[in-house]
């Protein structure tokens, strides 16, 4: 019973990882929260990273994230109808990344 219930938390506390900020990256998302931007979603598995960069487009309808998880390139497709998306691309020293999506309603 007891590997029942933790089977049952695990999805759960993995969703939470996912839809949370992480400290590791938190001082990169600082500047740009001042600037109205808001983080959505992460995107991979966080970690000691060597150097981040950015994409955003005003006028591209999608924007697609991109990352590399355990040597497997992921992505993801964001439509920009009502809000802008703006992806942090952050790199690993294994050349793994992960990606923080951020946004900020259309003016």
Sequence with gaps: MKILKVFMFFPIMCYSCNNRESSVYGSELRSWKEEGWSFKEELGKPGKYIFVSNFKSDSASTINA??????????????????????????????????????????
């Design 66 to 107: 991109i990352w590399v998880q355990e040597g497997k390139r992921e992505e993801k497709e964001f439509f920009q109808k009502d809000e802008s998306i703006l992806i942090l691309n952050f790199m690993k020293n294994d050349s793994d990344s992960f990606v923080v999506v951020m946004s900020k309603e259309k003016q």
